[in-house]
């Protein structure tokens, strides 16, 4: 047999394989885990924002006030401000108390969310889409600033969802260049 044709590996090669693929995964991990932090803070932050926006449609396809009420965490729930049972016979509440509520489990148990003004926790919309006084004479959520516990400053990306008349979007507060669309 040629010992030309016998090709393989050897043992120091295999070594030096591995030893590359070390460095490279040692490498690489901490911005894989920043990259998923910033990942669960996206999904909080649309969540929320969904949630807004549902509360928001609600109020305008049932034509009353409907809550949005924060949570502990980023847990949510949107329901009608005042109950109405049946009235049309479906066999269907025409507004429930609890029209959709989402747990932090769901999105993200890492969030940290500040509100303004500072201990408020609901928003109501009217039959308009706007925002209308709360029932319980409780200021109305106007920002929510959304973090993820466990990045550092510089790696955080900051979000936050501004509701003011009838509208609620999200932003970024880093962002400062006019006409950039990400800027709040």
């Known amino acids: 047999m040629n010992k030309a044709a016998i090709r393989g590996f050897t043992?120091?090669?295999?070594?030096?394989?591995?030893?590359?693929?070390?460095?490279?995964?040692?490498?690489?991990?901490?911005?894989?885990?920043?990259?998923?932090?910033?990942?669960?803070?996206?999904?909080?932050?649309?969540?929320?924002?969904?949630?807004?926006?549902?509360?928001?449609?609600?109020?305008?396809r049932r034509n009353t006030n409907v809550e949005f009420t924060l949570g502990a965490g980023s847990d949510w729930t949107v329901g009608c401000q005042i109950e109405v049972g049946d009235d049309d016979g479906d066999g269907v509440d025409d507004c429930p108390l609890e029209i959709q509520s989402k747990?932090?489990?769901?999105?993200?148990?890492?969030?940290?969310?500040s509100v303004q003004p500072a201990g408020t926790q609901k928003v109501t919309f009217n039959g308009l889409g706007r925002v209308t006084a709360n029932n319980d004479g409780t200021d109305s959520i106007s920002r929510i600033d959304i973090d993820i516990?466990?990045?550092?400053?510089?790696?955080?990306?900051?979000?936050?969802?501004?509701?003011?008349?009838?509208?609620?979007?999200?932003?970024?507060?880093?962002?400062?260049?006019?006409?950039?669309?990400?800027?709040?």
């Open 149 to 184: 516990d466990g990045l550092d400053e510089e790696d955080s990306r900051d979000l936050r969802i501004v509701i003011s008349g009838g509208s609620v979007h999200f932003c970024d507060p880093n962002v400062t260049a006019d006409g950039d669309p990400r800027a709040c």
């Open 11 to 60: 043992i120091i090669e295999l070594m030096l394989a591995i030893f590359i693929t070390a460095i490279l995964l040692a490498l690489a991990i901490p911005s894989f885990k920043t990259m998923l932090l910033n990942y669960q803070l996206r999904t909080v932050a649309e969540g929320i924002n969904n949630g807004l926006q549902l509360a928001r449609a609600e109020a305008v």
């Open 103 to 113: 747990s932090s489990n769901e999105s993200g148990t890492l969030a940290i969310l």
